[in-house]
């Protein structure tokens, strides 16, 4: 479990709630099921006519990852190449056909095997880089059906107020009616902003961190196999493959500044 997705997703709700309270409010204010249809149905339903359906539900699935982590261990992966390397050049790159079963990459066990198999180091580069761009293109789509919710749902907010105030026009008389309308109108607003800005966007956000942290491994999976490909000495692999692990606070503090920009342009957009 990611703790600080956690943590940051009930300090954001239970701050506003708080507040909300101290200020003598309740939360059976912000229960309005009309405005949660309105801004859930409207937003789902703009985002899968701007996506593919196919996308649109990979995005549904991976929206666990936000809050459950299973990225790989550098340093584990680290040392496993680096031994793999002193084998090949002990004994040559053959008897790496022995440890393919304790594999359970799939990517690193198909570069493997093509090692073994007496693939020249450009072609092992060319063909799993080639596989490495075609999945990253699918997996970088992935936040951005987040953004786009993210941009959606103020829009959608904005709508249930709009429809929240005909209400209230169309009952002046009633003066029940009258009040109904306005909380729809004003809780539907909370709603869109707060589904964007606490949920939407920080997701996005958090996706782009675990595919970046994704590539990164399999770039320092391919790097490996071609350096033991090549001869290079163990020691000079794991130097090269270190600088890699280097690279994921690089790729977080990426992410999170793309996190902030979004949050700008949504907050653009709802004024």
Do not use: W
Not at 2 to 29: N, V, Y
Not at 48 to 70: D, G, H, N, W, Y
Not at 120 to 131: A, D, G, H, N, Y
Not at 137 to 150: D, M, Q, Y
């Amino acid at each position: 479990m990611d703790k600080g997705s956690i943590a940051g997703i009930i300090l954001a709700i239970g701050g506003i709630l708080t507040g909300m309270m101290i200020e003598g409010g309740s939360i059976a204010q912000l229960t309005q099921p009309t405005a949660a249809i309105i801004v859930l149905g409207g937003t789902i339903g703009a985002v899968m006519l701007q996506f593919p359906l196919e996308t649109f539900l990979a995005a549904c699935r991976q929206a666990a990852r936000v809050f459950i982590s299973k990225s790989t261990d550098g340093e584990a992966l680290l040392a496993q190449l680096v031994g793999f390397a002193h084998k090949a050049r002990k004994n040559g790159i053959v008897s790496l056909d022995s440890d393919l079963d304790s594999i359970s990459d799939p990517f690193l066990k198909q570069a493997l095997m093509m090692a073994i198999d007496g693939t020249e180091p450009s072609e092992v580069r060319k063909i799993m880089q080639l596989e490495l761009d075609n999945k990253s293109e699918l997996e970088e789509n992935i936040p951005k059906v987040f953004e786009s919710a993210g941009g959606f749902s103020p829009t959608v907010g904005i709508i249930g107020a709009v429809l929240g105030l005909i209400q209230v026009m169309q009952h002046l008389a009633n003066i029940d009616e009258v009040g109904r309308g306005i909380a729809v109108a004003f809780v539907a607003t909370i709603y869109g902003v707060g589904f964007a800005n606490l949920i939407c966007l920080p997701a996005a956000g958090k996706l782009k961190i675990r595919h970046r942290e994704e590539q990164l491994i399999k770039e320092m999976m391919l790097e490996g196999v071609t350096s033991i490909i090549e001869g290079m000495n163990p020691r000079m692999v794991e130097t090269k493959l270190r600088t890699f692990l280097g690279e994921h606070k690089t790729a977080t503090s990426a992410a999170k500044a793309d996190v902030a920009e979004a949050a700008a342009e949504a907050s653009q957009a709802s004024a």
